[in-house]
């Protein structure tokens, strides 16, 4: 496992500027007001060749008896317990509160590394933080994150106190779960993690990040991605939100699965189709997660109505893969990783060309393709060129004559032969000509 510096302080003294400079793209949302990160964000970073995850955290205000506020906190304290390395940031402009003299304590106590910095300082002089020593913590680095100044003298004096092992590098699996604000996204992350992982309330849309947190279970290794919740357009209030579900989108765009998490009371509804649609045309392998199942009153035939809406609702990804769960009992939660895994293998699989090309022949001779202007399409070759999602290349006589019925047609044969549920496929043709 790589080394973890996590960073902590009071709300709005810079942390999640300096997250995104050291990682180098924007990850958390910055703004200027308070409470804006509220759980822990995760990203891999690099300085002087040596690799560590940092993350940032909401503002710690540790005597709010504010029930947000004072979540927001836990996940702060959470990070500092599993990090090697503190950054703490405190105001240069503002100058020391009570609050920096609570963090400060809390972090002293904590008995790890803590590096001292002093943001928003775009002119350094010794007299600038010389009032910062009063906290206890060593000497005070003073930097300016949005300008850049000071951030390597920053990462020099963290990256003194990691300690490396032999680590062992492997690939894990990114899992994204996304939806609709309330649909039990978060709840769902917790009880596969098997703790307070994230903050859920009753309150929708409190997950604002795309949070990344890698585990390993049964000698597998992951990273489970929660998401904010991702309202229709219209519904999006503020700037916030809007970044929020962009995130959101990003977090489809780098994961390797998409679990869509659906509130099967309320069914699956046009922002859910809308979404699972993005997740097709990424071109990523996916699971329907039907939450909050045990609030469905059942017979025997409710799964299979249930199945008959999604059908109808998904028709244009008829390779869905479904599982009706509940994040409150618990039921059928220990399917969604090995879930997961299997439309992922599905996704990776590829077929030989050999076989591609007897089975397509083949299919082509039970079913002609239709003729246009006394013209018919002919296949000449077919290869499978890559996967995530299987993409498969047509080499035919004019591309022009391939009609999407009859491609739709070919893609169901392929699907009766080998099993790609839970992915798309591609389909593409080159007219022999243009080679």
């Given at each position: 496992?790589?080394?973890?510096?996590?960073?902590?302080?009071?709300?709005?003294?810079?942390?999640?500027?300096?997250?995104?400079?050291?990682?180098?793209?924007?990850?958390?949302?910055?703004?200027?007001?308070?409470?804006?990160?509220?759980?822990?964000?995760?990203?891999?970073?690099?300085?002087?060749?040596?690799?560590?995850?940092?993350?940032?955290?909401?503002?710690?205000?540790?005597?709010?008896?504010?029930?947000?506020?004072?979540?927001?906190?836990?996940?702060?304290?959470?990070?500092?317990?599993?990090?090697?390395?503190?950054?703490?940031?405190?105001?240069?402009?503002?100058?020391?509160?009570?609050?920096?003299?609570?963090?400060?304590?809390?972090?002293?106590?904590?008995?790890?590394?803590?590096?001292?910095?002093?943001?928003?300082?775009?002119?350094?002089?010794?007299?600038?933080?010389?009032?910062?020593?009063?906290?206890?913590?060593?000497?005070?680095?003073?930097?300016?994150?949005?300008?850049?100044?000071?951030?390597?003298?920053?990462?020099?004096?963290?990256?003194?106190?990691?300690?490396?092992?032999?680590?062992?590098?492997?690939?894990?699996?990114?899992?994204?779960?996304?939806?609709?604000?309330?649909?039990?996204?978060?709840?769902?992350?917790?009880?596969?993690?098997?703790?307070?992982?994230?903050?859920?309330?009753?309150?929708?849309?409190?997950?604002?990040?795309?949070?990344?947190?890698?585990?390993?279970?049964?000698?597998?290794?992951?990273?489970?991605?929660?998401?904010?919740?991702?309202?229709?357009?219209?519904?999006?209030?503020?700037?916030?939100?809007?970044?929020?579900?962009?995130?959101?989108?990003?977090?489809?765009?780098?994961?390797?699965?998409?679990m869509l998490v659906v509130d099967s009371h309320e069914g699956m509804t046009e922002q859910d189709v809308r979404i699972i649609g993005t997740v097709h045309e990424e071109g990523k392998p996916s699971v329907v997660v039907m939450n909050k199942w045990d609030l469905i009153e059942k017979d025997t035939h409710t799964v299979n109505r249930f199945e008959?809406?999604?059908?109808?609702?998904?028709?244009?990804?008829?390779?869905?893969?479904?599982?009706?769960?509940?994040?409150?009992?618990?039921?059928?939660?220990?399917?969604?990783?090995?879930?997961?895994?299997?439309?992922?293998?599905?996704?990776?699989?590829?077929?030989?060309?050999?076989?591609?090309?007897?089975?397509?022949?083949?299919?082509?001779?039970?079913?002609?393709?239709?003729?246009?202007?006394?013209?018919?399409?002919?296949?000449?070759?077919?290869?499978?060129?890559?996967?995530?999602?299987?993409?498969?290349?047509?080499?035919?006589?004019?591309?022009?004559?391939?009609?999407?019925?009859?491609?739709?047609?070919?893609?169901?044969?392929?699907?009766?032969?080998?099993?790609?549920?839970?992915?798309?496929?591609?389909?593409?043709?080159?007219?022999?000509?243009?080679?």
């Amino acid at each position: 496992m790589s080394n973890t510096i996590a960073i902590v302080g009071r709300p709005n003294v810079g942390k999640s500027t300096f997250f995104n400079k050291v990682a180098g793209r924007r990850i958390s949302i910055t703004e200027n007001r308070p409470g804006v990160t509220r759980d822990r964000i995760y990203a891999s970073a690099e300085w002087r060749g040596k690799a560590f995850t940092l993350i940032d955290t909401g503002g710690i205000e540790l005597k709010s008896e504010d029930t947000m506020w004072r979540e927001i906190a836990l996940q702060a304290k959470l990070a500092v317990e599993t990090a090697d390395v503190i950054l703490f940031f405190v105001d240069g402009k503002e100058g020391l509160t009570s609050s920096d003299y609570d963090v400060a304590d809390y972090l002293r106590r904590s008995k790890k590394p803590v590096v001292l910095v002093v943001n928003k300082v775009d002119e350094y002089s010794p007299d600038k933080v010389f009032e910062y020593y009063s906290l206890g913590l060593g000497e005070p680095y003073a930097v300016s994150s949005e300008h850049s100044r000071g951030i390597g003298d920053v990462l020099d004096k963290a990256i003194e106190s990691f300690s490396y092992g032999e680590e062992e590098e492997s690939d894990r699996l990114k899992i994204a779960f996304v939806g609709k604000p309330n649909a039990g996204k978060s709840s769902i992350v917790n009880r596969i993690l098997g703790q307070q992982r994230t903050i859920v309330t009753e309150i929708a849309g409190t997950t604002r990040d795309a949070i990344d947190t890698p585990f390993e279970l049964d000698g597998n290794k992951y990273t489970i991605i929660d998401t904010a919740g991702m309202r229709r357009k219209r519904s999006v209030e503020d700037d916030v939100e809007y970044y929020s579900v962009l995130r959101a989108f990003e977090a489809i765009r780098r994961a390797d699965v998409v679990m869509l998490v659906v509130d099967s009371h309320e069914g699956m509804t046009e922002q859910d189709v809308r979404i699972i649609g993005t997740v097709h045309e990424e071109g990523k392998p996916s699971v329907v997660v039907m939450n909050k199942w045990d609030l469905i009153e059942k017979d025997t035939h409710t799964v299979n109505r249930f199945e008959e809406k999604l059908k109808e609702d998904l028709k244009f990804m008829d390779y869905y893969k479904s599982v009706y769960v509940s994040a409150k009992s618990g039921q059928r939660i220990d399917r969604l990783l090995s879930l997961a895994r299997e439309v992922y293998r599905n996704a990776s699989q590829r077929v030989q060309t050999g076989a591609l090309n007897d089975l397509l022949t083949d299919a082509m001779r039970v079913s002609e393709p239709p003729s246009y202007q006394g013209r018919r399409l002919k296949l000449y070759y077919a290869s499978q060129v890559s996967v995530c999602p299987p993409v498969f290349v047509l080499m035919v006589n004019d591309e022009t004559l391939l009609h999407f019925s009859y491609a739709r047609y070919l893609e169901n044969v392929i699907r009766g032969a080998y099993d790609f549920s839970g992915t798309p496929i591609r389909i593409q043709v080159r007219s022999k000509k243009d080679d």
